[in-house]
């Protein structure tokens, strides 16, 4: 079957530090996979996405890179600003299934 | 307005009772989805509506969830007899549907339902 697995949260982080959220998926076929990203108050909305093994998506400073072989698409980011506290979604798309499967949320939170 | 609206944003109801959900989907968008995201889970796909076609309703979980889309736009999901297992947050998304369901998808702030 086809499921996502994320790292369970919360994370804290002080401003600049390192980001690493994993990700690890099961999938039948060549799934693509994406993060969504959900601030305060407002709708989940797509960060970055990889159709491929080996892509790398980017967006806002935050990178995931399509590992085939581990078959995980984590999640980093060299510095994080406060602006960045938001709850995080791994998630991957599946032709078999023809439909999207997500984690269940890491929410992260960035203090001064 | 420019996104996914949703309303109302929280919901509490009593168990047996019937509620409604209702999604505003971006203008122009063909394909509509609601999921659920209970306590400590992922997102839950219930339904798909895609243009004039017949829904997928693989992932309601019973015969007490029904969702219907009217006119190609605004859509409305229905939980009758709740159950305090139906507390969750219900999520409505669109997309524009060209590219199937991997189209890239427009999230609505969702709804809270708590059912005592």
């Known amino acids: 079957g086809n499921s996502v697995t994320q790292m369970e949260g919360p994370v804290t982080l002080s401003e600049e530090a390192f980001l690493t959220i994993n990700c690890t998926y099961t999938a039948t076929g060549y799934p693509s996979l994406f993060w969504y990203v959900q601030y305060p108050g407002e709708g989940l909305q797509l960060l970055l996405k990889a159709t491929k093994a080996d892509d790398k998506g980017s967006n806002k400073g935050f990178e995931a890179t399509y590992r085939k072989e581990t078959t995980s698409f984590h999640l980093e980011k060299g510095s994080v600003q406060v602006s960045d506290s938001a709850v995080y979604f791994c998630?991957?798309?599946?032709?078999?299934?023809?439909?999207?499967?997500f984690g269940t949320g890491t929410s992260l939170t960035v203090i001064p | 307005g420019a996104g996914v609206s949703q309303s109302p944003s929280n919901k509490v109801t009593e168990k047996g009772k019937d509620v409604e959900l209702r999604c505003d989907p971006i203008s122009g968008h063909t394909a509509l989805y609601w999921y659920r995201q209970s306590l400590g889970q992922g997102l839950e796909f219930l339904i798909y509506?895609?243009?004039?076609?017949?829904?997928?309703k693989s992932g309601l979980p019973s015969d007490r969830f029904s969702a219907e889309r009217t006119g190609g736009s605004v859509s409305t999901l229905t939980i009758q007899r709740t159950q305090q297992e139906d507390s969750a947050v219900y999520l409505c998304a669109s997309s524009l549907g060209a590219s199937g369901r991997q189209d890239t998808q427009y999230f609505g702030p969702g709804t809270r339902l708590t059912v005592l």
């Open positions: 998630a991957l798309w599946s032709r078999t299934g023809n439909q999207f499967y």
């Open positions: 509506f895609q243009g004039n076609s017949a829904p997928d």
